[in-house]
């Protein structure tokens, strides 16, 4: 069955870019069934949605944080990831990956990694 | 930005009773949300999407129902392992966004 499993460095400074890496087990990131995304969550706050691609490699990205996020697919990896620049200490948060469905009424998140919380410290 | 709002954003409840959490959405989403279950230190876990039908494997005790921008999540008897933070979210458009979230504590 389908699996996501998150990575990323744990700590990072204020200014410097993340990278977080989701790698897919059990199905292929280049299905036309599915679209890929990453999702926050600060400390003891709600759930934020940073962005989503779909297998034709359209992007979306939330508003707030579109001036500093790429996401990506790398097929021959099997993993999808996210890019954030410019970070400070507000991105402090866990970060999950998720599939959801690629259109209709399957496009909600049906399955998440387990996160990775990634802090933004000097 | 479709704007989702929850309610109440915090409940006391006792194992047996029946719970009602609502969610709003802005504008009309075409029946495009999807309510989520999370425990502490876990990862979410869908429990309905298109804002009634039942994602596998998950127990009928919940259930949803709503259109246009009114939704509501139903527990029918609440066990101690749905005490929970439950967030509902919309999809039928870009940003997705969530609701900010219903803590069930134990009464």
């Known amino acids: 069955q389908l699996q996501l499993q998150e990575s990323g460095p744990g700590l990072v400074k204020p200014s410097e870019t993340l990278s977080l890496t989701c790698t897919v087990s059990?199905?292929?990131?280049?299905?036309?069934?599915?679209?890929w995304g990453w999702i926050r969550q600060p400390p003891g706050k709600g759930l934020e949605w940073i962005a989503s691609?779909?297998?034709?490699?359209?992007?979306y990205y939330t508003p707030s944080l579109k001036s500093r996020v790429t996401i990506s697919v790398d097929t021959s990896k099997n993993q999808f990831s996210l890019k954030l620049s410019s970070v400070t200490a507000a991105d402090t948060a866990v970060y999950y990956c998720?599939?959801?469905?690629?259109?209709?009424?399957?496009?909600?998140?049906?399955?998440w990694g387990q996160g990775t919380l990634l802090t933004v410290s000097s | 930005d479709i704007q989702m709002t929850q309610s109440p954003s915090s409940l006391s409840a006792s194992v047996g009773d029946r719970v009602t959490i609502t969610c709003r959405a802005s504008?009309?989403?075409?029946?495009?949300l999807a309510w989520f279950q999370q425990k502490p230190g876990k990862a979410p876990k869908s429990l309905i999407y298109?804002?009634?039908s039942l994602e596998s494997g998950v127990p009928s005790k919940f259930s949803g129902s709503g259109s246009g921008t009114d939704f509501t999540l139903t527990i029918s008897s609440l066990q101690p392992e749905d005490f929970a933070t439950y967030y509902c979210?919309?999809?039928?458009?870009?940003?997705?966004?969530f609701g900010q979230g219903t803590k069930v504590e134990i009464k």
């Open positions: 998720g599939l959801s469905g690629s259109g209709g009424p399957w496009g909600y998140f049906q399955l």
């Open positions: 059990g199905g292929s990131v280049s299905s036309s069934s599915y679209c």
């Open positions: 691609i779909y297998y034709s490699g359209n992007t």
């Open positions: 504008q009309g989403i075409n029946n495009y």
């Open positions: 298109a804002a009634s």
């Open positions: 979210q919309q999809y039928n458009s870009y940003p997705r966004t």
